[in-house]
């Protein structure tokens, strides 16, 4: 777990300031993943750590929503031999794309780079359910739930990071300028 920890401060990954979340929740600091996702070799080893945690776990395909989860998905794929797949939004929601299937009974772990709330992951289960796909867990590099994920979580580490509702940010009342980071469009 420290080895991911180090690889995304090699990356400048571990963002401080004051930050507006998916769940439009606010922050002090933000893992920006996509900084250590930029570096293949970083990649590698970050995923492997992964794999090693999904010994034993039965799984035919990998679904990562983007964007968070494209990059996981294919270097989880790269690594298992499985195939890896992306949900995407069309219209604000999310849906499978390009031709990509999933069949009635596969096996499906999803793939995230950041899991706090789960809620892409819960956007691209609701499309595996739909396609009659099973998910067996969820793979990603941070895990910064509060615990509350319905599904088994494979995490290469565990961040604790203060999260504030916007009406007890102690961010906003010293009057610090927030960003939005992530790519889900947010009303700020």
Same mark, same amino acid.
């Given at each position: 777990m420290k080895m991911i920890i180090d690889l995304l401060k090699e990356a400048n990954a571990l963002l401080e300031g004051h930050f507006l979340l998916s769940s439009g929740k606010h922050s002090d600091r933000y893992i920006q993943c996509a900084k250590l996702l930029q570096y293949p070799d970083k990649a590698?080893?970050?995923?492997?750590?992964?794999? %090693?945690?999904?010994? %034993?776990?039965?799984?035919d395909i990998i679904v990562g929503p983007a964007m968070g989860g494209i990059i996981v998905a294919y270097e989880l794929g790269r690594q298992t031999g499985k195939p890896a797949i992306f949900t995407e939004r069309d219209e604000g929601e999310m849906k499978l794309k390009r031709g990509f299937n999933i069949t009635k009974g596969?096996?499906?772990?999803?793939?995230?780079?950041?899991?706090?709330? %789960?809620k892409s992951a819960y956007e691209a289960i609701r499309v595996v359910e739909e396609y009659g796909g099973e998910v067996v867990g969820i793979a990603c590099i941070v895990d910064r739930s509060s615990g509350d994920i319905k599904y088994p979580l494979y995490a290469g580490t565990k961040l604790q990071i203060n999260t504030y509702s916007i009406d007890n940010c102690p961010l906003c009342q010293e009057n610090k300028p927030i960003v939005k980071p992530g790519s889900r469009k947010l009303d700020i």
């Open positions: 590698e080893k970050a995923v492997k750590f992964i794999v %090693g945690k999904l010994e %034993g776990v039965n799984f596969q096996k499906v772990l999803i793939s995230e780079d950041v899991v706090t709330t %789960g």
